[in-house]
């Protein structure tokens, strides 16, 4: 018997490491299935990065150009104020010109008013001088309070009424 015992402790060890080889390779089966899923399911995730990564960069590029609209709208902006602030400037000296000029006038008016006024009176006196004068050497009175007035030189001319077109009519002016 002693021959059979190593062959039947053999066989025994034998179908242990069959067995447990068995239960190692539908281990590693089940394992390499689960790699296989886990790989899968890892493509999944990379595509949607990769999605996502485009996404992110098409945003970006419409960002940049928001951002880029948005800065020349503030330079147009600021250039509008700028000219708007110089139309004020320019209509406020334009204004004070305007302003010294009426007053210049209404000095010059107030200066030839009073010229003429002074003149009035220098004339009054120099007719009460002559009048006196005059008087003094019983002379005639050259001059009367009452003036000639002088013909004019053209006739009036006749008012043109203003006639109002009806439709169809020409205008010649």
Known sequence: MAPSAPRT???????????????????IRRLR???????????????????????LEASHKVIAGHSEIGLSMSKKME???AKKQQVKESHVVCHQ?????IQEAED??????????????????LLQTIQGLQEANDAPA?????WEEEPKEH??????EDIPLGEGEIDDE
């Open 9 to 27: 402790r053999a066989a025994a060890a034998l179908r242990m490491k069959q067995t447990a080889l068995d239960s190692r390779s539908g281990m």
């Open 33 to 55: 299935a689960q790699l296989a899923t886990e790989r899968r399911g890892l493509a999944a995730i990379k595509k949607e990065l990769e999605d996502t990564q485009v996404a």
């Open 79 to 81: 250039n509008i104020k």
């Open 97 to 101: 010109k305007f302003q010294a000029r």
């Open 108 to 125: 010059s008016m107030q200066a030839q008013h009073l010229i003429i006024e002074a003149l009035v009176e220098e004339k009054d006196s």
């Open 142 to 146: 050259p001059f009367d309070d009452e």
């Open 155 to 160: 006739p009036e001319e006749e008012e043109i």
